[in-house]
Nanobody, 125 residues
């Protein structure tokens, strides 16, 4: 599967942004799709994931109810709605996919073998 992330940009603190991850290829419904982010000088960290099939959702601890992930299997897209953005949310956001990923590994980047190119989100104070 190939992934393309979009929707990044500049937003003021307290604002919102919606990221989209578009997939091509077969079997999208069988992939867990996640968002990770990487700020300058920091490790890439888990943001959110939506499981294959039934679409169970997972979030990083720092999200604290601000972000919502959703998927549309017909359109082969996953969206991340981000609200109440803060300067510390500034990062390059990547979408990633893994086939039939076990629940224990949704937050582990090493288990994702397909990655999009990343989209920059900058939150100004």
């Amino acid at each position: 599967v190939q992934l393309q992330a979009s929707g990044g940009g500049l937003v003021q603190a307290g604002g919102s942004r919606r990221l989209s991850c578009s997939a091509s290829g077969r079997g999208f419904i069988n992939y867990t799709v996640a968002w990770f982010r990487q700020a300058p000088g920091k490790e890439r960290e888990f943001v959110s994931a939506v499981k294959y099939g039934i679409g169970t959702t997972y979030y990083g601890d720092f999200v604290k109810g601000r972000f919502t992930i959703s998927r549309d299997n017909d359109k082969k897209t996953v969206e991340l709605q981000m609200n109440s953005l803060q300067p510390e949310d500034t990062a390059v956001y990547y979408c990633a996919a893994a086939s039939l990923l076990h629940d224990d590994y949704y937050g582990t980047k090493q288990y994702y073998n397909f990655w999009g190119q990343g989209t920059q989100v900058t939150v100004s104070s």
